[in-house]
Nanobody, 121 residues
Framework: QVQLVESGGGLVQAGGSLRLSCASSRRTFSTYAMAWFRQAPGKEREFVAGINRNGGSTNYAESVKGRFTISRENARNTVYLEMNSLKPEDTAAYYC??????????????WGQGTQVTVSS
């Protein structure tokens, strides 16, 4: 079992920035592809960004390309999501997730509890 704990959410004005972090309890963190998803009230959960095991490959949802950056530090068992030029439509609960599948994948098996991001207009 992989435990994932997100942090860094909060309230920010439109155009602002936030950095989310997700720490893993497992020393095998580097064997997992990682991703961020989000879910707004009344909407389905959607993929935001993903990163492969060594951090050399990433992918993004079209809605966040050029504004968000996913990265990881395997030595710290942590994945990050740098969010810039935030918009009110980015408001959601953000979840990190880990996958045992080969990259690229949209199949994720372990989930954090989520951190809320609210962007005011």
């Amino acid at each position: 079992q992989v435990q994932l704990v997100e942090s860094g959410g909060g309230l920010v004005q439109a155009g602002g920035s936030l950095r989310l972090s997700c720490a893993s309890s497992r020393r095998t963190f580097s064997t997992y592809a990682m991703a961020w998803f989000r879910q707004a009230p009344g909407k389905e959960r959607e993929f935001v960004a993903g990163i492969n095991r060594n951090g050399g490959s990433t992918n993004y949802a079209e809605s966040v390309k050029g504004r968000f950056t996913i990265s990881r530090e395997n030595a710290r068992n942590t994945v990050y999501l740098e969010m810039n030029s935030l918009k009110p439509e980015d408001t959601a609960a953000y979840y990190c997730a880990a996958s045992i599948r080969a990259w690229p994948t949209l199949e994720y098996h372990y989930w954090g509890q989520g951190t809320q991001v609210t962007v005011s207009s």
